[in-house]
Nanobody, 124 residues
Framework: QVQLVESGGGLVQAGGSLRLSCVAS????????MGWFRQAPGKEREFVAA????????DYADSVKGRFTISRDNAKNTVYLQMNSLKPEDTAVYYC?????????????????WGQGTQVTVSS
């Protein structure tokens, strides 16, 4: 079983930056596709970004392209989400997720492992 723990959330002004981290334990996730999702109050959980096991061909939601960067360090079993030029509409709980398989996906239902989430609040 894989446990995912996110950190790095907080309160930031619009235009600011945050870096989220997700550490996996239990077993290595170096061969798994990993992703970030977010959920704002009253809304469904939505895809933010995903990265393959090799780190190549990251995928992003249109709403964050050019502002967010997903990366991973397989030696540390850690995935990151660098968030720049933050907007109030980025406010949400951000979740780290992992797939058992290596294929890419933006579908919530395709992910098998989930963290507890970290709150990101962007003030205007």
């Amino acid at each position: 079983q894989v446990q995912l723990v996110e950190s790095g959330g907080g309160l930031v002004q619009a235009g600011g930056s945050l870096r989220l981290s997700c550490v996996a334990s239990g077993r290595t996730v170096s061969r798994n596709t990993m992703g970030w999702f977010r959920q704002a109050p009253g809304k469904e959980r939505e895809f933010v970004a995903a990265i393959s096991w090799s780190g190549g061909r990251p995928d992003y939601a249109d709403s964050v392209k050019g502002r967010f960067t997903i990366s991973r360090d397989n030696a540390k079993n850690t995935v990151y989400l660098q968030m720049n030029s933050l907007k109030p509409e980025d406010t949400a709980v951000y979740y780290c997720a992992g797939k058992r398989s290596s294929g890419g996906s933006s579908n919530v239902d395709d992910y098998d492992y989930w963290g507890q989430g970290t709150q990101v609040t962007v003030s205007s």
